[in-house]
């Protein structure tokens, strides 16, 4: 199995990009974080933002680990930026059978503040890109790979992700690769 993160700050293309490489990959799964609690539970739950960011991503985690053991699906991709204690520990989900790849989708801040497609930025969402960039989202000294996708479509995105992870199961080397 692999596990395929698709990393990177608000608004870099990670679900669109994920739903693509979903319909790519053979017996793939895209599980969508956002649905595994939503905004209005966590404000039921009377969380803070970063305790929802927080529980969505132990929700992500018995998930991911449930799939592992159902061995339903060869692929499982999820869109979610994660942060180096996030990265450990779904890196140890690996083993013989299972493995797990990081991809970062990285466009230039500029271009990530940008409305792109057709999402309409908020206030708070862009204050939150320009942190995300200052705290390394866009640059993860784990990620096995690091897309600047300023000048490409989605697909054109997903195009090189494929290839990529074609690559690194067939080489299994983790690496990291700029480009």
Known sequence: MLILNIN????????????ILEKRFQNAIFVEVDDLMSD??????GLSKEQGWQERQNRLYKKLQELKKQRAYETVIFAYPIGD????????LEDNNTRFLNIT????????LK????????????????DMYAEGYHNRPYADFIINNDHQTPEETADIITGFVAHALSSKIHRRIDK
């Open 105 to 112: 989708l990285a466009p230039s801040l500029k271009e990530c």
């Open 85 to 92: 204690k996030t990265y450990q520990d779904w890196r140890a």
């Open 115 to 130: 409305n792109r497609g057709g999402r309409v930025l908020t206030e708070w969402e862009q204050d939150r890109i320009r």
């Open 40 to 45: 209005a539970e966590e404000k039921w739950l």
């Open 8 to 19: 990177g700050p608000i608004n870099a293309g990670k679900t669109t990009v994920s739903k």
